[in-house]
């Protein structure tokens, strides 16, 4: 296949897989009872841990005021995470998960997690080091892609 059509077709195919990741999102949030928003935090947490409002609001390209309060507030009463004082600072708020509730959340995942094994399993070591790569570098590329999105009129 020439170069220009597999580019395009991977091009396509990325914008197909963008598209069920949002489906994926809206029905794991559904499950477990939250909005997408809220789901997106929950998620952040998971990944990089126990944090402040204020870097779950940058990440999630929320405002640091109500916005995220509210997205806390919401999570907090659900059960979900709850807040504590930043031992450094007491000053300073963490929001961090709450295990068995995150544990409940990340099971609406097992499917995919299952699902990226089963497509992993006959790969060679040198093509899951180019697709890790790959993914990270695009994962590295977003948040200025997004960026520059919102810049657009």
């Not at 809206?26 to 947490?45: E, F, P, R, W, Y």
């Not at 070591?125 to 993914?135: G, M």
Request: glycine letters at 8%.
């Amino acid at each position: 296949m020439e170069r220009g059509r597999l580019a395009e077709e991977l091009r396509q195919e990325m914008r197909r897989s963008t598209m069920f990741t949002v489906l994926l999102h809206h029905a794991t949030a559904s499950k477990a009872g939250l909005n997408v928003t809220d789901a997106q935090c929950l998620n952040i947490l998971a990944l990089d841990g126990p944090q402040t409002p204020g870097r779950l609001a940058h990440q999630m390209g929320i405002t640091t005021g109500g916005a995220i309060t509210a997205v806390i507030d919401r999570l907090e009463q659900s059960g979900y995470v709850k807040r504590t004082r930043d031992p450094g600072d007491r000053r300073r708020v963490i929001v961090e998960p709450v295990p068995d509730a995150l544990a409940r959340f990340s099971a609406y995942f097992d499917p995919v997690a299952r699902a990226v094994r089963d497509r992993l399993a006959g790969l060679t070591d040198d093509q899951l080091e180019f697709l890790a790569a790959w993914v990270r570098g695009m994962n590295a590329a977003m948040p200025d892609v997004i960026a520059e999105i919102e810049r657009l009129p």
